[in-house]
């Protein structure tokens, strides 16, 4: 079953101790835009899985994010959300792992699931076997230090 949250409100997401982002709800236009970005369009043809994941992440955070709490500079001074900070905050692997796991995963695991229904007894689709787990795997494949 599909739970509709029918509310436009933002949301919280504590991605590491004293780091909180808040973000736009995940919808289709934001999808749809982060798409279309031009870091995602300019990725050459021979771009890794790994690479078009990581440009992705950071075009889905700069529509996204808000608002933040915990982000600062080497003076410990608050930084305030720029396009340039989302960059760099996301360059930080267990803030990309989180910033996949709370917020993009979510979307990506509800379109992966449309796509597992039982397959049809004749057709081209008859003994399908792709799962929502490998679909998701694929998609979200980043970058391994």
Do not use: C, H
Request: net charge negative; charged share 20%.
């Amino acid at each position: 079953m599909i739970r509709l949250n029918l509310t436009s409100a933002p949301a919280w997401l504590t991605l590491a101790p004293g780091l909180r982002l808040r973000v736009a709800p995940l919808t289709t236009a934001l999808m749809v835009s982060a798409r279309a970005d031009p870091a995602i369009e300019e990725l050459p043809d021979t771009a890794t899985q790994e690479e078009l994941a990581l440009a992705m992440a950071k075009a889905v955070a700069r529509r996204a994010v808000l608002d933040w709490e915990g982000v600062g500079d080497d003076a410990d001074d608050a930084l305030p959300v720029s396009p340039e900070g989302i960059d760099a905050l996301l360059e930080i692997w267990p803030v990309f792992e989180a910033f996949q796991t709370q917020y993009v995963a979510k979307g990506l695991i509800l379109d992966a699931e449309k796509n597992v229904s039982a397959p049809l007894p004749n057709g081209p689709s008859a003994g399908a076997t792709a799962t929502a787990r490998r679909a998701l795997g694929a998609a979200l494949t980043a970058p391994q230090d």
